[in-house]
């Protein structure tokens, strides 16, 4: 069984930044890929950022230019999202996923309030 243990979120003032963090119980290169996603009230989860094993990082257009994924090489067992210009929109439970060939593995989430 894996955990993942998300941190990091909190409140801020639109226009600040935060950096949320994604500690897995294993090495996160033995997963195809590491997600960062988010649920706001009364939307459905939706993908922000992920990065594949090979390094390779994806976004959803609502985040291109502010946010910023990356994963720790040296103890290899972290992901990060760095948050910068956050706006009310990108209030939500913002959730960790670590993706496996047989099993995909979510966190608990973290709160991300943005106040305007």
């Known amino acids: 069984q894996v955990q993942l243990a998300e941190s990091g979120g909190g409140l801020v003032q639109a226009g600040g930044s935060l950096r949320l963090s994604c500690a897995a119980s294993?090495?996160?290169?033995?997963?195809?890929?590491m997600g960062w996603y988010r649920q706001a009230p009364g939307k459905q989860r939706e993908l922000v950022a992920s990065?594949?094993?090979?390094?390779?990082?994806?976004y959803a257009d609502f985040v291109k230019g502010r946010f910023t994924i990356s994963r720790d090489t040296a103890a290899k067992n972290t992901v990060y999202l760095q948050m910068n210009s956050l706006k009310p929109d990108d209030t939500a439970v913002y959730y960790c996923?670590?993706?496996?060939?047989?099993?995909?593995?979510w966190g608990q989430g973290t709160q991300v309030t943005v106040s305007s």
């Open positions: 996923k670590a993706t496996s060939p047989s099993l995909d593995y």
């Open positions: 294993r090495r996160i290169f033995s997963f195809s890929v």
């Open positions: 990065i594949t094993s090979g390094g390779t990082a994806n």
